[in-house]
């Protein structure tokens, strides 16, 4: 009998709102936004990249509430290597005329292995996939980031969504997925991430709390 997903996101829409106060909502308003017609500008282009390296290694919420970072090392470098990723924003300029032609010019996975392939004329410095991916949902476009959370709940072991955890084949099953059940990516990827991540829901985590789990009938594990 084939799993009534759509159902099980409306399940952790529902246990989020009761468990877990002061969810960040700004990707799903920006990707809203962009579906009501709003063009992002530059600006606001490289403020989204901006913030996906800070939130790289650090909480969103104190990107948000603070927009300060103290992590490590590859966040320094990449704050270091700014002035020539917006070099490489300025030559998209150039070459399509602007970065919002650019991002909606072809399918998104098409953008991020533009940014984030490095053989791109394209390619960002010190920026993967998952980074691009955040950086493009900042900006409205609808993406899952396949960071590790969401590779864990959706794998083999757990909710069985995804046969394969490479980046580009997360990106793909999510997109059939969200196709198929009239879910937003970035809503799928918001529900769950929220689920997993500590801090907030903290129950699909590294070690999963599955007696405590409102979707276990859906999980290969549970």
Same mark, same amino acid.
């Given at each position: 009998? =084939? ?9 952790? /829409? ?11 909502? &700004?990707?799903? =308003?920006? $990707?809203? !936004? ?39 090392? &590859?966040?320094? !470098?990449?704050?270091?290597?700014? *002035? ?10 150039? /070459? ?7 991002? &909606?010019?072809?399918?998104? +996975? ?8 490095? *053989? ?11 980074? $691009? ?5 900042? $900006? ?7 960071? $590790? ?7 083999? =072991?757990?909710?069985?969504?995804? *046969? ?14 969200? /196709? ?22 903290? +129950? ?12 276990? =009938? ?5």
């Amino acid at each position: 009998m =084939e799993k009534d997903y759509k159902q099980m996101f409306n399940i952790l /829409d529902g246990y989020l709102k009761d468990k877990v106060p002061d969810i960040d909502l &700004t990707i799903l =308003e920006a $990707v809203n !936004n962009r579906k009501n017609g709003k063009i992002f500008t530059f600006k606001e282009h490289l403020k989204g990249f901006i913030y996906a390296q800070l939130s790289a290694l650090v909480s969103w919420k104190k990107i948000k509430d603070k927009l300060k970072c103290y992590s490590p090392y &590859t966040t320094k !470098n990449q704050m270091q290597s700014l *002035k020539a990723n917006i070099e490489t924003f300025e030559k998209i300029e150039q /070459d399509f005329g602007s970065l919002e032609k650019f991002v &909606t010019h072809t399918m998104p +996975v098409n953008i991020i292995k533009l940014l984030a392939d490095s *053989k791109s004329t394209y390619k960002l410095k010190y920026s993967g996939v998952a980074l $691009v991916c955040e950086y493009l949902r900042n $900006v409205g476009i609808d993406v899952i980031k396949p960071d $590790v959370h969401i590779k864990r709940i959706l794998g083999v =072991e757990r909710l069985n969504i995804v *046969k394969s955890t490479s980046d580009y084949a997360v990106i793909k099953e999510c997109k059939k997925l969200s /196709d198929k059940i009239g879910v937003s990516q970035v809503k799928i990827d918001y529900l769950l991430w929220n689920y997993c991540s500590k801090g907030y829901g903290e +129950v699909c985590s590294a070690k999963p709390k599955c007696a405590e789990c409102v979707i276990k =009938e859906y999980c290969n594990k549970g």
